[in-house]
Nanobody, 122 residues
Framework: QAQLQESGPGLMKPSQTLSLTCTVSGGSITTGVYYWSWIRQPPGKGLEWMGAIAYDGNTYYSPSLKSHISISRDTSKNQFSLALSSVTPEDTAVYYC??????????????WGKGTLVTVSS
């Protein structure tokens, strides 16, 4: 029943902070045991789980991105957001938000946004 939609700029310059927002409809991000996650897919590569924020506000991050990633939420707007600092062209990817049923496992993702392409280029 949940619907997710990503929004944010599609073009970034290196060293900037990438910021995306996921708007959730059809359910509250604070109700139920769910984890609201960000996943990306660089061109020609597979999906990469980035991290998630839980219904209770706890965050979970991929170790490879831990020093650069921050996921937050605005419960009044039923939104959660991604911030990725110091981006490089290697961060160019299609970025998805999704609903996850466990904190660290990707097997239980049941709802996805359509994805948004973010290009990092000078």
């Amino acid at each position: 029943q949940a619907q997710l939609q990503e929004s944010g700029p599609g073009l970034m310059k290196p060293s900037q902070t990438l910021s995306l927002t996921c708007t959730v409809s059809g359910g509250s991000i604070t109700t139920g045991v769910y984890y609201w996650s960000w996943i990306r897919q660089p061109p020609g590569k597979g999906l990469e789980w980035m991290g998630a924020i839980a219904y209770d506000g706890n965050t979970y991050y991929s170790p490879s991105l831990k020093s650069h990633i921050s996921i937050s939420r605005d419960t009044s707007k039923n939104q959660f957001s991604l911030a990725l600092s110091s981006v490089t062209p290697e961060d160019t990817a299609v970025y998805y938000c999704a609903r996850q049923t466990t904190a660290w496992s990707t097997v239980g993702m049941d709802y996805w946004g359509k994805g948004t392409l973010v290009t990092v280029s000078s």
